[in-house]
């Protein structure tokens, strides 16, 4: 769908003056009586989160969804946290026996910059650390990175799922599996196919760290031709698989480009921090409103909207959009637990805004309903 009209309440596509998917209504009283001021749209900003918390805990059949990406941010904290305390500790060694060449390091930018703290003794002074401080601060580190970056990242694909759960108890249908779903095969016989695969996909990645040469090189492109031959096995999954596949594709790209963005405002805004008194507050804002685009990617994706398309929605919600942002930046920046609830809670609560403000500017002039005093009127 190259430039869908989003329905005023779900956001679906609905060109006409009736929606298909939702028919200007919900089971969730919430999202009725849609705010007409910028205030009304702040505080919505503001209760996005908690409500997107409220939503996951008490929608039944989502909460299992963030098993699997919990379980494999751990792994990959653990495989971080060990390969990074290695470094540190052949760091150490290297500092105290005062040896570079015992490190074993190639020529490049890290052998230079381990140089550069030899050099300057840095090296020698977290040698005199003790152990437990060193362990400690690396492992905030890397908790940092792994419970924000990789779990925000590997939970994608599960909170997608949990958004069409919620939007099937709102709206009594799913409407992104209902316009692009392309076969009408069981989302349980789906994830079994798609576990019977992963055995054999698992054997030739494991493979390929096993093996050495050439062959070891070669074997984790066994991966992707098991689901091929469980695609052409069944025709059916085969379908569903290829289209997820393009979905997840699409989206990738789009968030690549709404992250180019956010840096982009980053970068501009970054002086901000350093004006007295109110420069801080508001890069804050600009950060919140910089969060916003990436945690509202989910279900901007799932209707298909552009990146334009996108923007004029933020722009148009400016407050609304920053508030939520911000409130998700400060769960955020508690260490582990921050992440953990901020992402599924945030990413939920990014739905529920969308869906709960008004999408009128977003649809040709000749569909908007009339203005009176400067607001839309409301909705019969």
Known sequence: MLNPTPCRLCGYDAPGPSCPHCQHGSSDDSLQDQPTTQIGRILD????????????????????????????????????????????????????????????????????????????????????????????????????????????AVAGPFLDEIQGRIETSWFGINPRDEIQRPTSIPVADCIKLSLLGAVPALGFLVAGFVVSGPVGWMLPFGAPLCYLALGLAKKDYGLWLWWVVRIESHTLMVSIKASLVVVFLLIIFLPLKFVPVVGLPLFMAVAGF???????????????????????????????????????????????????????????????????????????????????????????
């Open 45 to 152: 900003g503001l209760q996005a989160v908690p409500r997107g918390l409220w939503l996951l805990v008490t929608t039944r059949g989502v909460k299992r969804f963030l098993v699997p990406p919990v379980l494999l941010t751990l792994l990959a904290f653990g495989a971080l946290f060990t390969w990074s305390l290695g470094l540190v500790d052949i760091l150490v060694d290297a500092a105290t026996v005062d040896n570079l060449e015992s490190m074993g390091l190639e020529e490049g930018y890290f052998k230079a910059a381990v140089t550069w703290l030899l050099d300057k003794g840095v090296a020698t002074l977290l040698a005199k650390i003790s152990g437990v401080v060193l362990w400690l601060v690396v492992s905030s580190i890397v908790a940092l990175y792994a419970f924000s970056v990789v779990y925000e």
């Open 290 to 380: 910089a969060t916003a685009i990436t945690l509202l990617d989910i279900p901007f994706s799932r209707r298909e909207w552009a990146l334009t398309k996108r923007l004029q929605f933020l722009v148009h919600n400016a407050g609304a959009v920053t508030a939520y942002g911000g409130v998700a930046g400060l769960l955020f920046v508690i260490p582990i637990l921050g992440p953990l609830i901020m992402v599924p809670a945030a990413s939920i609560g990014g739905l529920w805004l969308v869906v709960r403000l008004d999408k009128d500017s977003l649809r040709p002039l000749e569909t908007r309903r009339p203005q009176t005093n400067g607001q839309a009127t409301p909705k019969v």
